[in-house]
């Protein structure tokens, strides 16, 4: 998996001094990757990062956070069939 991957963006301006909070919300889709091993969608557990800033250069705000194994969802959902 790459170092770093773009979970999320909003463009907020503020005014020199000002702050503001900006939430977001990661759920388990947003950690799914292909795994070539088994052939099928997975998850890593582990530690993970959470960093903010303005650019991927710079990213002075984290936190870290864990995810641990669970149940998996299927590879293909099929919602609809006409």
Request: aromatic share 12%.
């Amino acid at each position: 998996m790459p170092p770093k991957q773009l979970k999320g963006f909003k463009r907020i301006a503020l005014n020199p001094a000002a702050t503001t909070t900006v939430t977001f919300t990661l759920s388990p889709d947003e950690f799914y990757y292909y795994n070539e091993t088994k052939g099928s969608f997975d998850i890593q557990a582990g530690q993970y990062i959470a960093r903010v800033g303005g650019s991927s250069k710079s990213l002075p705000v984290f936190g870290m956070f864990s995810l641990t194994d669970g149940t998996h969802k299927p590879d293909l959902l099929i919602t609809n069939i006409k």
